[in-house]
């Protein structure tokens, strides 16, 4: 009864930006937290970065100082401002929502569909 949907994603030239945007709907009693995955090909999915409910923040490595992540708690929707973007970011950026739903007795994980970012000239 969740649903997890991602948007923002495109074409951009290095040293571009980009915002992507993630909003939960459905049947949600309380969200703990929403990160930001991204896996190119061949590669396995990683962290990318990740907030709680109550603003607590982790970034990856290669993105600290040119990502930022935020969040609108009322609208359950999650963001990842992406500056100075590099080749190297290209990939497939997921969102994640670990939440509560409703009439649920335990946190489940759900997943977007993804959406693509192409950093290339």
């Known amino acids: 009864q969740v649903q997890v949907v991602e948007s923002g994603g495109g074409l951009v030239q290095p040293g571009g930006s980009l915002r992507l945007s993630c909003a939960a709907s459905g049947s949600i009693f309380s969200i703990n937290a929403m990160g930001w995955y991204r896996q190119a090909p061949g590669k396995q999915r990683d962290l990318v970065a990740h907030i709680t409910s109550v603003g607590s923040i982790t970034y990856a490595g290669p993105v600290k100082g040119r990502f930022t992540i935020s969040r609108d708690n009322a609208k359950n929707t999650v963001y990842l401002q992406m500056n100075s973007l590099k080749p190297e970011d290209t990939a497939v950026y997921y969102c994640?929502?670990?939440?509560?739903?409703?009439?649920?007795?335990?946190?489940?994980?759900?997943w977007g569909k993804g959406t693509l970012v192409t950093v290339s000239s």
């Open positions: 994640n929502v670990a939440a509560l739903p409703g009439g649920g007795r335990w946190v489940e994980n759900y």
